[in-house]
């Protein structure tokens, strides 16, 4: 019950800000919806629409606080928007799994040779070389160690999100993050909470980066660069906001346990740096880094992404080899494994979250948003608000799927993509279960089993809803300026 | 003093890792932390590595400048470290030797020559494990399997004297299912593990 009363005051403001936002907004207008059977019936009434946001938080909470894997509550949420949609039904799962199906081809190609590197050791290598290198810096220069702690770990977090999703770099970083502050008694709750913010970032970098940018890349036609010259400047902003952000809430936190320890001095501090740094030098010599794997996995991946970026149009077909590649490359006996690195989990949890999105757009809600928007003229700052709350209320690739294609029928500019993925994204960072991502890391941090580490949602909570609604401001007012 | 053929798991505090000591006194030598031979034994006492200390308190009488008396410790602290290694090498020729995987690749290079090496991989889930051909794998099978052994090398992390383990190796390393006599040889890791677990071990435990 405790637990309860917290949670509520946060999502009670949030709900109110969305449901405030409505009359604001919007201005009657009929929703463009090709097929006349789904424009139609109990799901596009208001009841229908309470009652399929009421289902959502209920799997919200209950992936938070009973720990419900997401793949299972999302899945049976998608089955009874189904069950909502009656007659709709089977338009909207076609349409659903059309979208998913591009998804799945891109996802994989960039997810099997990442799995394979991951496998090789070798981020656990550069991991191990960094904790070394660290130890060396605290010792030499102790006031240099947390701000440089801090900008490598989000920086590298920000640019394995950008080069390989950001679903696979939370997954990469966590354990890193949590040890190299374990091993230096440096807080982690600040560095991880800013590590999910910073993975989110670099997906929205890149073409590839992230489920959203895959979706608007297909409907705004947008191509690599473009994400290089007019949104990687917008994100490096924020990034450097963040990096500062971090390392005062992370200085401030190790000066209150100093204050907490007393006055007393640490007993042979400069002993135990130097031991902890030896430490990882110990750890590097001891990983048996598979070279086969690594030199495979970054050959392929390198592949991929410029191929798939100087061939646009040919990028399905290029996915496809390089997944080929990877599992005839792979050891025999590996070779199964490595197709199905990612896991059914994964595969099911997208399926549903755009059977889910599908029935989202063609229901009270998604017509009432579509009237916002066509109300507001479709502003960059409004798609972003949108964004920000849909994000936030559903789940990031399934915003995207929902109102991409609406949003490009009113702007078919790259102003309205950029609003969208900003609110997105934003959106993404503001609830440890607003993205596929946030879900992994409350997961993978809860796995060292110490309440330090633990990334649950109240303790995000603090981080990432004022940080986001920063982001919401930046993106609002930087895709305005910069059309 | 340390001998790792000695340890028994309530000496398991005393064990001191003396060549750990040299990575240490180097990195504090390279980030100029130690400039006199006087601080070499501040750090070495610290450390708590006793066999170093007397070495290292006669070189300082002595007046022997800063380099030279690591230099003097290093090779003495090596030469000491091989023959514990050759000696439970030697112990272990012609034994039936598991090796328990995850292991660092340099150690089975080290049994390889001189034993009857079995693979044992209890986590079949573990991709990050090196790939070894012909391993047994599988919790069941290498439980089975542990029995024909004479000795059993893993990878552990040691905190406050305890032994902590992943949870499959710990599995295999039941004092129930070991034969009587079994010689169990750990390598220390530096860091825990998430799925590790403390490990009760009925028999003697050496360190690799």
Not at chain 1, 78 to 85: D, E, N, P, T, Y
Not at chain 1, 236 to 241: D, K, M, R, Y
Not at chain 1, 404 to 410: F, K, Y
Not at chain 2, 1 to 11: N, R
Request: hydrophobic share 50%.
């Amino acid at each position: 019950m405790k637990l309860k009363s917290r949670l509520h005051p946060p999502l009670g403001v949030l709900f109110f800000l969305f449901a405030f936002s409505i009359p604001v907004f919007a201005e009657a207008a009929n929703p463009e919806v090709t097929n006349a059977s789904v424009t139609t019936g109990w799901q596009m009434t208001w009841p229908a629409g309470a009652l399929m946001l009421l289902l959502l938080f209920t799997a919200f909470f209950a992936m938070t606080k009973y720990e419900v894997p997401l793949p299972l509550a999302m899945t049976l949420v998608s089955l009874a928007f189904l069950v909502i949609q009656w007659k709709s039904a089977p338009l909207i799962l076609r349409e659903g799994f059309g979208h998913y199906a591009d998804i799945t081809v891109l996802f994989t190609a960039v997810a099997v040779p990442a799995h394979m590197i991951e496998r090789s050791q070798g981020f656990k290598w550069v991991a191990a070389w960094l904790g070394h290198q660290l130890g060396k810096i605290r010792l030499r220069r102790p006031r240099l160690t947390i701000p440089l702690l801090v900008a490598i770990l989000l920086l590298a977090t920000f640019v394995t999100a950008g080069l390989m999703h950001n679903v696979t770099s939370i997954l990469i970083m966590t354990p890193v993050i949590i040890r190299l502050c374990a091993s230096y008694q440096v807080p982690s709750r600040w560095i991880l909470s800013a590590g999910l913010i910073a993975s989110n970032l670099g997906g929205f970098s890149t073409r590839w980066g992230d489920t959203p940018n895959i979706i608007e890349s297909a409907t705004w036609g947008l191509s690599a660069g473009d994400f290089v010259r007019e949104v990687l400047p917008a994100n490096l902003i924020v990034v450097f906001v963040l990096i500062v952000v971090a390392t005062i809430l992370t200085q401030r936190g190790m000066a209150r346990r100093s204050r907490q320890a007393g006055t007393a001095q640490v007993p042979f501090y400069t002993l135990q740096v130097a031991q902890t740094a030896a430490d990882w030098k110990k750890a590097k010599a001891d990983l048996a880094i598979d070279r086969r794997l690594l030199t495979i996995g970054l050959s392929l991946l390198v592949f991929f992404i410029v191929l798939h970026v100087i061939f646009k149009d040919l990028a399905i077909a290029i996915g496809a080899i390089t997944i080929i590649t990877c599992v005839l490359l792979e050891r025999k006996s590996s070779r199964y494994h490595t197709l199905t690195s990612l896991g059914f989990d994964v595969y099911l949890a997208f399926a549903a979250i755009f059977v889910l999105a599908g029935c989202v757009s063609h229901s009270w809600i998604g017509a009432t948003l579509y009237q916002q928007l066509i109300a507001a003229k479709a502003a960059p700052w409004v798609i972003a608000v949108t964004g920000y709350f849909g994000t936030t209320f559903t789940e990031a690739a399934s915003w995207a799927t929902a109102v991409s294609h609406s949003i490009h029928e009113l702007d078919p500019s790259h102003a309205a993509a950029w609003a969208l993925g900003g609110g997105i994204c934003a959106g993404s960072s503001s609830l440890v279960t607003a993205a596929s991502a946030g879900i992994i890391l409350a997961e993978e941090s809860q796995r060292f089993k110490d309440p330090e580490h633990a990334i649950t949602f109240q303790r995000y909570l603090a981080f990432g809803l004022p940080f986001s609604l920063f982001m919401l401001v930046f993106y609002g007012t930087y895709f305005t300026i910069f059309r | 003093m340390d001998d790792p053929q000695t340890t028994l798991p309530e000496k398991k505090a005393a064990v001191k890792d003396e060549i750990g000591l040299l990575d240490v006194l180097s990195l504090l030598i390279e980030t100029e932390k130690v400039k006199t031979t006087s601080d070499l034994l501040k750090y070495t006492i610290q450390y708590g590595a006793v066999e170093a200390e007397e070495r290292l308190r006669v070189l300082e009488a002595e007046n022997i400048p800063m380099d030279l008396a690591f230099d003097a410790i290093s090779v003495h602290l090596r030469v000491l470290e091989y023959k514990r290694n050759s000696s439970l090498l030697a112990a272990c020729k012609d034994k039936k030797v598991g090796l328990i995987l995850p292991l660092p690749p340099h150690l089975p290079d080290l049994f390889l020559p001189v034993a009857k090496v079995t693979f044992l991989q209890p986590d079949e889930t573990d991709t990050h494990t090196m790939h070894v051909e012909g391993a047994v794998k599988g919790g069941r099978a290498c439980r089975a399997k542990v029995q024909e052994m004479d000795v059993l090398v893993f990878e552990a992390f040691r905190e406050a004297g305890e032994l902590f383990a992943d949870v499959s190796v710990a599995d295999v390393l039941e004092p129930k299912i070991l034969p009587p006599g079994i010689r169990l040889i750990a390598h220390l890791r530096p860091h825990s593990n998430p799925k590790d677990v403390e490990i009760q071990t009925a028999t003697e435990v050496s360190y690799l």
